[in-house]
């Protein structure tokens, strides 16, 4: 076999109000391994570099800073940011390092280095959508990326891969239909989240489906039926998990017998209700969500 | 006097700033700031008490498992549910828990802290037939070298062969981190944030193919504790054995009950027993009403120490005397350091166990060192390195004790009211929530975290945290590469997401919290 390689694309990862569960999860890829993908190609004659990530890099502090200078003077990296964005106060709710004396916010950070970006990705719900860090009553302001993008007129491509945690497969496979067949041809929803993992809700594709249908619903966990009684969100949550599974296919949330808690939602956590309790006054399957009226139920109760 | 300013630390979870003031090579003084903010536990006000397992293990993405488990103990035991909890579920909870602490640990010792220790630029001098090594070397021979290099030239001490066997260690340690994870998720759902954890029990269905599929997984990773992870950390202490000595700590320790396991036919004892262990070998009972908070030099609004759970916290990040979002927890006023060595050494002494014993001598023995060699830098991934292996032996016997086709769970019917406390060992030591539930909702929520206790910084009394009087008197050999401090620092595993998780409401403009 012969492959044509091309050169190397450049990986620049940051994070913001993050929990570092977006990276374990990805650490967690079976195809490509993160062996294959550090050491070797992401797909034959496609190689990442990956020139600046904190968890796995080796320096630290000043030369850290450096490294990440010089990473971001090579235009048409892939910019990677996981965690939200805090923007009150300046941003002085998460400083990522110092250079100089001088203390850089991820909300500096983001805006400086998604301008020579060829893609930003956001990954996980926080980047995407504020997630958990900006949960109700959000003090420090915690944004999306696109938030950040929109109040500070950054025209730079972005794709939002959201889940708590994103599956490893929904970030690679995309950089992979980035590399193969071009980022004009990614197909996005109104989330910007990419067609090919997000397209199609849960219970579209759930092994208890047929239960839903008969009308046979699970009264307490553990019982056979349909989890819906129960609190699941998957009647209204876009996500291929139920087709993909986790972890080397092992499981998944409704595998597992729990109910799916919707966390690759814009309104996850905040305004879906109790994660145990029926979904209430959404339609099913829902395109159009009524997050105000969820959210002045959910702070009135 | 110089002044050493470590910003970012990498290779650790979250945000973490250092800053050391050297005079003639030595450190005088260190302050320790964790530099992010978030916020958990407001968030938690007032909804529905079980959302508080799923919810809380968002705190941190490395270690969620532990906030599953103190949040649902917690729960369960608001409930009244903790002597009723199945035998399946107490089993597939200690699995879980378990099992993605072995995982942890492995992370911990080569991804984030090999590279203190090991050169794997060597490797272009390997001759063998391993293939992630030969990938490796075929990486660098091409001319790429990110994500290794640049970095600072240090002491790396290894020679080839040994640097060659731990870098194909380093390498396998990605494979088993993943295979970790895919065995707990059989029970656990999804990785990381298991859903399957729930007041009651856990969800999971058992069948006795799951039992087997986890048990052959469990095999290899058990392989790779006792005959890569173990004998690699034994080998840093041989190496680097001044780091025996460095890095030495408060020299007290804290620790929690953890892991339910069967004592007269009911499940009230634990495998690892709590306590506290002063000045390296005085074993006491812990009684947890005597820990408190303090907040002097944290950006929060000045308040007396205050035990978790009572108080009132208002966030500053201009306050003067500040210099970390994280606060202070001590024990009886005393700083106490918690993590793997304090489990370790906490049931050592506290419960006599002849097997802890035995493997904790041995290891020492073949050191060449003895108990106070714990508290230290290389004592620090060797007590890593050992309750990894208790609890790989561990594993394989829960899993054989599971009943396929018997419950997992008991109904969850909560009471109006109610308050709970869990506490376990997470895989960086003593983990507690404390629940408060009125009218079927969650009134206050409080977690203290072990990197809280381990990164926290000076305190009312001016007494440094643990971090901090691990740098004080240490030995600098250059100041513009400061590796010494990076050693010590990430001798602790850092998780600084979990040890910053509070947030204040919003009420449109005022920023006030109150824990009442």
Request: with cysteine; hydrophobic share 35%; aromatic share 8%.
């Amino acid at each position: 076999m012969d492959i044509k390689k091309s050169a190397p694309i450049s990986v620049i990862s940051i994070q913001g109000q993050n929990c570092t569960g977006c990276v374990t999860s990805t650490l967690c890829s079976e195809y490509p391994s993160i062996e294959n993908l550090l050491l070797r190609d992401i797909i034959p004659g496609h190689k990442l570099e990956f020139a600046f990530h904190p968890n796995i890099m080796t320096a630290s502090g000043k030369l850290a800073m450096e490294i990440l200078e010089n990473a971001a003077k090579k235009k048409g990296y892939v910019l990677i940011i996981d965690g939200a964005i805090p923007t009150a106060s300046n941003g002085v709710y998460c400083i990522t390092g110092e250079k100089d004396g001088r203390k850089y916010t991820i909300l500096e950070e983001t805006l400086k280095l998604s301008l020579d970006a060829m893609i930003v990705i956001a990954l996980g719900t926080c980047a995407s959508f504020g997630g958990i860090a900006a949960g109700n009553p959000n003090p420090t302001g915690a944004q999306s990326v696109g938030d950040v993008f929109s109040a500070n007129d950054i025209k730079t491509p972005l794709i939002n891969i959201p889940g708590c945690p994103p599956h490893p497969d929904w970030l690679f496979g995309t950089i992979e239909e980035i590399l193969t067949g071009g980022l004009e041809n990614v197909q996005l929803d109104d989330f910007k989240r990419p067609k090919t993992y997000f397209g199609k809700l849960i219970h579209e594709n759930c092994p208890n489906r047929a239960y839903f249908d008969e009308g046979k619903f699970a009264k307490k966990l553990g019982d056979e039926g349909c989890l819906y009684e129960l609190g699941c969100k998957g009647p209204i949550t876009y996500a291929d998990c139920p087709k993909r599974l986790w972890n080397g296919r092992t499981n998944w949330v409704i595998g597992c017998g729990a109910p799916c808690n919707s966390c690759t939602s814009p309104e996850y956590p905040d305004f879906l209700g109790d994660f145990y309790e029926r979904i209430i006054d959404l339609e099913v399957p829902a395109n159009k969500r009524k997050a105000k009226i969820q959210e002045n139920k959910f702070l009135g109760r | 006097m110089k002044k050493i300013v470590i910003h970012p630390i990498t290779r650790i979870e979250g945000h973490l700033k250092v800053e050391a003031i050297v005079d003639n090579g030595q450190v005088k003084d260190a302050n320790i700031s964790g530099t992010m903010f978030r916020g958990i536990e407001i968030m938690l006000k007032g909804r529905d008490p079980r959302d508080s397992v799923m919810i809380t293990q968002r705190i941190c993405g490395v270690c969620p498992e532990p906030h599953a488990i103190a949040s649902v103990s917690a729960v369960d035991d608001y409930a009244g549910l903790t002597d009723k909890i199945p035998k399946n579920g107490i089993l597939m909870r200690n699995l879980i828990l378990g099992t993605r602490s072995i995982a942890d640990h492995i992370l911990h010792f080569y991804i984030l802290s090999g590279l203190d220790y090991i050169d794997p630029v060597k490797v272009l001098e390997y001759e063998g037939g391993n293939r992630n090594l030969n990938a490796l070397k075929y990486f660098l021979q091409q001319g790429y070298s990110r994500p290794f290099l640049p970095r600072d030239d240090i002491d790396y001490k290894f020679d080839a062969k040994t640097t060659n066997t731990i870098v194909g260690h380093y390498i396998k340690a990605l494979d088993i981190y993943r295979k970790s994870q895919q065995a707990a998720t059989i029970f656990g759902g999804k990785w990381p944030h298991d859903a399957a954890i729930v007041a009651g029990g856990v969800t999971e269905k058992l069948t006795a193919d799951k039992i087997t599929e986890f048990i052959w997984r469990l095999e290899e990773i058990l392989d790779f504790v006792k005959n890569c992870y173990l004998p690699d950390a034994i080998a840093v202490a041989k190496t680097y054995s001044e780091y025996l000595e460095i890095g030495r700590g408060c020299g007290n320790l804290l620790a929690y009950d953890s892991y339910r396991i069967k004592s007269n036919g009911n499940y009230n004892d634990t495998l690892l027993k709590g306590g506290l262990v002063d000045n390296i070998d005085k074993y006491s009972e812990i009684d947890i009403n005597k820990i408190t908070e303090d907040v002097t030099h944290s950006w929060y609004e000045d308040s007396e120490p205050l035990h978790p759970g009572s108080g009132e916290t208002e966030p500053a990040p201009e306050k003067e005397a500040g210099y970390s979002w994280i606060k202070s927890p001590r024990y009886n006023g005393k700083v106490y350091e918690t993590g793997p060595v304090a489990d370790v050494l906490s049931t050592y002494f506290g419960k006599q166990d002849p097997y802890i014993i035995n493997a904790v001598n041995s290891a020492l023995s073949e050191i060449g060192t003895d108990i106070s060699g714990m508290y230290s830098v290389a004592g620090r991934h060797l007590g890593r390195a050992l309750s990894t292996e208790i609890m790989a032996d561990q594993l394989l016997k829960w899993a054989r004790e599971l009943k396929a086709g018997e419950a997992t769970a008991v109904e969850y019917i909560p009471p109006s009211e109610g308050k709970g406390i869990g506490l376990c060992s997470a895989p960086r030591g003593a983990l507690g929530h404390w629940l408060n539930v009125k009218d079927g909702r969650i009134y206050n929520y409080q977690v203290i975290t072990p990197t809280a206790w381990n990164a926290s910084p000076k305190d009312k009394d001016g007494q440094p945290g643990p971090y901090e009087q691990a740098l004080i008197g240490l030995e600098i050999k250059e100041s513009s590469r400061p590796i010494e401090i990076l050693r010590v620092i990430r001798s602790f595993d850092p998780c600084t997401a979990c040890a910053v998780h509070m947030v204040t409401p919003k009420r449109d403009t005022i920023a006030r919290y109150k824990i009442v």
